[in-house]
């Protein structure tokens, strides 16, 4: 489906509402990657992905315990079996 849009003074677009929905876009809030192509602009859905953001001394305290756990596994770890003599 081409569809003209036209752009305002501050750059805005609006996607009319049939493509929206068609697209399974929100009214309000969604996020569009633009992408510059050869053949112009590509628009994709876009996602937000939560993250979190570690102090150093959060950090430090992993690399600790990643310590700990490398010392610890191979004592956990079982010997190979080594199979029975008939």
Same mark, same amino acid.
């Given at each position: 489906m081409?569809r003209?849009?036209t752009i305002?003074?501050r750059?805005?677009?609006?996607l009319?509402?049939p493509m929206?929905? $068609?697209?399974?876009?929100?009214d309000?809030?969604? #996020?569009?990657?633009?992408q &510059?192509t /050869? *053949?112009?602009?590509?628009? $994709?859905p876009?996602k937000?992905?939560p993250a979190? #953001?570690?102090?150093?001394? &959060?950090? /430090? *305290?992993?690399?600790r315990a990643d310590?700990?756990?490398?010392a610890?596994l191979?004592?956990?770890?079982?010997?190979?079996r080594?199979p029975?003599?008939r």
């Amino acid at each position: 489906m081409n569809r003209t849009i036209t752009i305002d003074r501050r750059g805005t677009m609006t996607l009319p509402k049939p493509m929206r929905r $068609r697209l399974a876009l929100p009214d309000e809030g969604g #996020i569009l990657i633009a992408q &510059e192509t /050869a *053949e112009g602009i590509l628009l $994709r859905p876009g996602k937000v992905v939560p993250a979190e #953001i570690y102090t150093e001394e &959060e950090v /430090a *305290e992993y690399k600790r315990a990643d310590e700990e756990l490398r010392a610890i596994l191979p004592k956990l770890k079982k010997p190979a079996r080594t199979p029975r003599k008939r």
